[in-house]
């Protein structure tokens, strides 16, 4: 049990009873990629300055991505070449980082992969996973939590044969949903807190940037794709209803079959996607309910949705939705083990950009031990999805048992998990694992790890080269 420092009591926090509902929902655009000879999707983002009207008719000094707060949704297929012109006008250093996704580590805009502003930086891969619900974000490091918060992040959706079975039409049946609490003064600027234990736990949400938000719904089902893009707040998922959904996809893949569940908890940097089915002319509230482990302190209205009296009717989602195999333990499996404690440290250490913590051979599965003994935290792995394998040597539930990228490891808690690592190797450029309280990230709370030839694990060196060019803190 985990109380707040420096308050006696558990406060609730909420914003329930305050909300009119009178905002439309705002989707972010999709990005029109231009077509190069082979094939490739090239795509220019922006990373800029702006104001933006957060709360009712106050203005606020934002950052966004091709607009002045958060960025477009990237929409590809498996298979598909993307590049991407990433130009940093913000007028201060920053990265891009694609959460989710297999990609070479140069590729992976880190805190390795620093744009100066002013630069353009132009990473490309070919899209290779099956269909997910990914974002991306800055990752400079002990700047993240301010960039995020102050704008940058979006959604980029991978699509494959088997998500196109479900409803798929974008801004219609297919909603994406960037849930963040916030902090504001009085005259509608955005606060951080650099105080509290966890970073900024905000008392405002806005969803893909909108207060106060509705939406009208036209068909009899509708997925709903949810993205913790809080920098600290966990949420309780759940309908004022009571109405159950269907869970069909974690982190980074959809699920076997479908689950009937009424409320997911998912913290800073999950996603989860859901089917929920209306009747005509009815309205509902997705909510968020109290927990207490500290992040997910509160209780929050985040949308009305609101049925047409008319409804298309929708095709029905039972049944296999995943064709992909579940990630396999295999026999004489490397564990690694992984403290996470009180100080914000990992394995009783700070972030160091120049050294190198873990060396894997790339393309295997391995399983990885995470104890947390100390407050709430999550751990986030880059370029690998993983099973959850057990929860205090319990096995996960039906719902936690889909590809994931991030999970939430609570205070006092032990969780396996079995780690399936990208086919790309570089021995000089590593990935991150780290926790993704973004406070907790910049202060530290990271690692980095290589994915190398396997059998040269031995012969790569521990520490990274200092670059002169290089601008660390
Ligand atoms: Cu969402 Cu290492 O990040
Ligand atoms: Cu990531
Ligand atoms: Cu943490």
Redesign the pocket.
């Known amino acids: 049990m985990i109380s707040l420092a420096g308050c006696g009591k558990e406060e609730i926090v909420t914003n329930v009873g305050e909300l009119e509902f009178t905002q439309a929902l705002k989707i972010p655009p999709l990005a029109e990629p231009n077509i190069e000879s082979d094939g490739t999707k090239n795509y220019t983002l922006t990373m800029q300055q702006g104001t933006t009207e957060l709360l009712p008719g106050k203005m606020a000094d934002t950052f966004g991505i091709n607009g002045t707060y958060l960025g477009p949704t990237i929409r590809v297929s498996r298979g598909d070449k993307v590049s991407f012109n990433v130009v940093n006008n913000l007028g201060e250093t920053s990265t891009l ?1 694609w ?2 996704m297999r990609l070479p580590a140069v590729m992976d805009g ?1 805190p390795h992969q620093m744009i100066e502003a002013g630069d353009t930086w132009t990473p490309h891969w070919t899209i290779d996973q099956p269909s997910a619900t990914t ?1 991306y ?1 800055p ?1 400079l490091h002990g700047k ?1 939590a301010h960039h995020v918060y102050k704008g940058l992040a979006g959604m980029f959706i991978i699509d494959d044969e088997d998500s196109k079975k479900l409803p798929s039409n974008y801004g219609v049946d297919d909603i994406p949903l960037i849930i963040q609490d916030k902090l504001f003064t009085s005259d509608g600027q955005m606060k951080e807190d650099k105080e509290g234990i966890f970073g900024t736990l905000g008392d405002e949400i806005l969803v893909n940037g909108t207060y106060d938000p509705y939406l009208e719904v036209t068909s009899s089902q509708v997925r709903f794709r949810l993205l913790n893009g809080s920098n600290a707040r966990a949420y309780h998922f759940g309908f004022t209803d009571g109405r159950s959904f269907k869970l069909v996809a974690n982190d980074v893949g959809l699920l076997q079959v479908p689950v009937s569940m009424e409320r997911i908890m998912l913290s800073p ?1 999950e996603r989860a996607e859901i089917v929920v089915d209306f009747k005509p002319g009815e309205e509902t509230i997705l909510h968020s309910f109290n927990g207490n482990n500290g992040i997910d302190n509160g209780e929050f209205d985040l949308l009305k949705i609101v049925a047409a009296p008319d409804l298309k009717e929708s095709a029905p989602i039972d049944g296999q939705l995943s064709s992909v195999p579940l990630i396999e333990v295999p026999e004489n499996a490397t564990v690694r083990q992984f403290k996470l404690t009180m100080e914000n440290k990992i394995n009783d250490k700070l972030m160091d950009m120049y050294r190198i913590d873990e060396i894997v051979p790339a393309g295997t599965t391995e399983i990885w031990e995470i104890n947390n003994f100390g407050w709430s935290h999550n751990f ?1 792995i ?1 370029n690998a999805a993983f099973r959850i394998l057990d929860i205090n040597d319990k096995e996960p539930q039906e719902y936690e048992r889909g590809r994931k990228d ?1 999970v939430f490891v609570p205070n006092g808690s032990k969780v396996r998990l079995v780690v399936e690592f990208g086919d790309y190797s570089d021995p000089n450029v590593p990935y ?3 926790c ?1 309280l973004l406070r907790h ?1 910049d202060d530290g709370m ?1 690692g980095q790890f290589l994915l190398v030839e396997p059998g040269t694990e031995s012969q790569v060196p521990t520490t990274l080269p200092k670059n002169e060019n290089d601008h660390h803190e």
């Open positions: 980082h959460h989710g880190g974002w974000h990752h993240t940097g986030h880059h991030t991150m694992y780290h993704h990230e990271m």
